[in-house]
């Protein structure tokens, strides 16, 4: 984080800066610089807007910094947003950048409402060009590819891209929103189809699941095989309309309005029946990698549902035993299912695929019997020397109800 004010009481981010005291910091250059691997900030206290997630922070955060450059560099793998130039940045430029792989947004010029007004305070004349944005908010859903707040004016934004059409929203749980469960308000002609909502359950209390005016037929969305259910009524309103005009106009034509029979809702217990985990994986020599699914309630010890571990020459082991060698430097599949609620029996079972190789399948592993929920998955490095492992296409859905 780049401060320019003097006074170390004042300067304490996020509290607002309202200091007249400054000295600036100007004429700095990033150029060819690769940011990753920030964290993002969970914790219940902090602060968070679900309107454009302007509370977060960039892996770059920048206040009262002028006429500097950030440029050809990558920004990737973050946990909250890319750049932030704060209150009194001014006549910089970010340009040339690429920024994916986001828990946040992009670029951010200023927060929220400014502490104060005056012009010598703004965020103000700064540039933000020829940037590619793309595969953001991953953690904080209301991110920007390009914010502009409060104190910001005078800024230019020119020849970014950003993916705002061709998303895919499938296998997940959209539940307890205190309005609707899904809130769409684009108008935009897109030039292709703007997003695909598929084999999702949308749950609630109220009557209307569908919020916002982007829900028309000629929407340019689609929707199909997901699930309905409102508490309050067995015919939700689907913006305005019945589910049947809903289906006549061509979306969910293979959906339903039927009770998903969750584990328990009302605490929040939604997985039932046969889970499905699955996930790519490099192993490279050296690496001790333990992949485990467990029973974990609040305050108590956990009960260890499917646990499989790669060791450092290879060995995959599960089940007390060793199943086959992972080669070391290539992909491979890796499949866990196992039951749980009333269909949990204490076995799983796992598919592992080699490259070139049709898949090796294992039944009747044993897992504890008393592991009956699923609330806890990790995957975790147990080497005693610096390794690298990789983790692609993580996957955890409902394989059957």
């Not at 690769?34 to 206290?45: G, I, K, M």
């Not at 108008?187 to 703007?194: A, I, L, P």
């Given at each position: 984080m780049l401060n320019s004010y003097n006074d170390p009481e004042e300067a304490q981010y996020p509290k607002p800066l309202v200091s007249a005291r400054r000295c600036g910091v100007e004429r700095l250059t990033f150029r060819g610089l690769?940011?990753?691997?920030?964290?993002?900030?969970?914790?219940?206290?902090y602060p968070h807007s679900v309107q454009g997630a302007h509370t977060q922070s960039g892996a770059l955060v920048a206040t009262g910094m002028r006429d500097s450059r950030i440029e050809d560099c990558v920004f990737t793998r973050l946990g909250e947003h890319g750049v932030s130039l704060r209150e009194y940045c001014h006549s910089n430029v970010v340009r040339h950048c690429r920024f994916h792989d986001l828990g946040g947004g992009g670029v951010y010029l200023s927060e929220g409402a400014p502490a104060r007004r005056d012009d010598a305070y703004l965020t103000a004349h700064n540039t933000v060009d020829n940037k590619f944005i793309h595969d953001g908010g991953h953690i904080f859903?209301?991110?920007?590819?390009?914010?502009?707040?409060?104190?910001?004016?005078?800024?230019?934004?020119?020849?970014?891209?950003?993916?705002?059409?061709?998303?895919?929203?499938?296998?997940?749980?959209?539940?307890f929103s205190q309005d609707a469960e899904l809130i769409r308000n684009t108008?935009?002609?897109?030039?292709?189809?703007?997003v695909a909502l598929v084999r999702n359950i949308v749950y609630g209390p109220a009557a209307h699941l569908l919020g916002g005016s982007g829900w028309k037929k000629d929407g340019n969305f689609s929707a199909d095989r997901n699930l309905y259910w409102s508490t309050a009524t067995n015919a939700p309103d689907f913006a305005g309309r019945s589910f049947a005009t809903w289906q006549a106009e061509g979306f969910d034509r293979n959906g339903r309005v039927a009770d998903p029979l969750f584990l328990d809702a009302d605490s929040r217990e939604f997985p039932q029946g046969r889970l499905r985990g699955a996930f790519d994986l490099r192993h490279e020599t050296g690496a001790v990698l333990s992949y485990e699914w467990r029973d974990w309630p609040a305050g108590q010890s956990y009960q260890s549902g499917p646990n499989l571990r790669v060791n450092a020459d290879g060995a995959l082991m599960a089940g007390g035993r060793r199943l086959l060698n992972v080669p070391a430097g290539q992909w491979v599949r890796v499949e866990v299912a196992c039951g749980t609620g009333v269909q949990a029996d204490a076995t799983?079972?796992?598919?592992?695929?080699?490259?070139?190789?049709?898949?090796?399948?294992?039944?009747?592993?044993?897992?504890?019997?008393?592991?009956?929920?699923?609330?806890?998955?990790?995957?975790?490095?147990?080497?005693?020397?610096?390794?690298?492992?990789?983790?692609?296409?993580?996957?955890l859905v409902t394989e059957q109800r």
């Open positions: 690769s940011f990753q691997h920030t964290d993002a900030n969970l914790a219940p206290d859903r209301a991110a920007c590819g390009v914010f502009l707040g409060g104190s910001a004016s005078y800024n230019t934004i020119t020849h970014n891209h950003s993916y705002p059409w061709g998303n895919i929203v499938s296998n997940n749980i959209f539940a108008e935009m002609n897109y030039e292709t189809q703007h799983w079972r796992l598919a592992v695929t080699l490259p070139g190789q049709p898949p090796r399948r294992f039944e009747g592993l044993p897992c504890g019997a008393a592991f009956k929920r699923l609330n806890w998955v990790g995957f975790i490095s147990l080497a005693t020397a610096e390794t690298v492992f990789y983790l692609d296409n993580v996957e």
